[in-house]
T-cell receptor, first 116, second 114 residues
């Protein structure tokens, strides 16, 4: 069966420090991978998605970047964190091939980032 | 443009009473619709999905939702609430088979009173 792992679960970082959140998927090949952010009291915002190694699409301009160095590994990074980067970050995946219209996202447990 | 609106940001019910979480969508295309549940500090879990088959969809934990095209609605219901149902619920619309084109509602927080 497929599983998705995301870490660290919680992180408290000072403004201006770097960030690295990691996500890995097991039990599948060539997944589509996603990073979402959930700010307090708000819905989910898609930050990045990837359809293959080294292929990253950014949905919104921001202080963050993403990389996919391996097929099942997705990393969210920042060189210098801002206060506004605080939030709950969720990694998710879908199979590369799926029935049309049935895009079921499977989410990781999330990483809560607090920037002070 | 595609959009989804969850009509209530917070719903509070007593244990054992029915639950209704409302969702309306706007889509120029035939959508797929989903409900996800998120417990505190956890990831999201799929409750159920509609993908143009039966309009009444049954999901996990006794939840179900009915797709009503004429009303552009996809409301989530459960006959009898349990304490464990307390969570945040998200309605999601998807189209064209591309997950990057998923749109999430703002969420409804469900509180269950003893």
């Amino acid at each position: 069966s497929q599983t998705i792992h995301q870490w660290p679960a919680t992180l408290v970082q000072p403004v201006g420090s770097p960030l690295s959140l990691e996500c890995t998927v097991e039990g599948t090949s060539n997944p589509n991978l996603y990073w979402y952010r959930q700010a307090a009291g708000r819905g989910l915002q898609l930050l990045f998605y990837s359809v293959g190694i080294g292929q990253i699409s950014s949905e919104v301009p921001q202080n963050l970047s993403a990389s996919r160095p391996q097929d099942r590994q997705f990393i969210l990074s920042s060189k210098k964190l801002l206060l506004s980067d605080s939030g709950f970050y969720l990694c998710a995946w879908t199979p590369m091939l799926y029935p049309s219209g049935a895009n079921v996202l499977t989410f990781g447990a999330g990483s809560r980032l607090t920037v002070l | 443009a595609q959009s989804v609106t969850q009509l209530d940001s917070h719903v509070s019910v007593s244990e054992g009473t029915p639950v209704l979480l409302r969702c309306n969508y706007s889509s120029s295309y035939s959508p797929s619709l989903f409900w996800y549940v998120q417990h505190p500090n956890k990831g999201l879990q799929l409750l159920l999905k509609y993908t143009s088959a039966a309009t009444l969809v049954k999901g996990i934990n006794g939840f179900e939702a009915e797709f009503k095209k004429s009303e552009t609605s996809f409301h989530l219901t459960k006959p009898s609430a349990h304490m464990s149902d307390a969570a945040e619920y998200f309605c999601v619309v998807s189209w064209f088979g591309g997950a990057q084109k998923l749109v999430f509602g703002q969420g409804t927080r469900l509180t269950i009173n003893p």
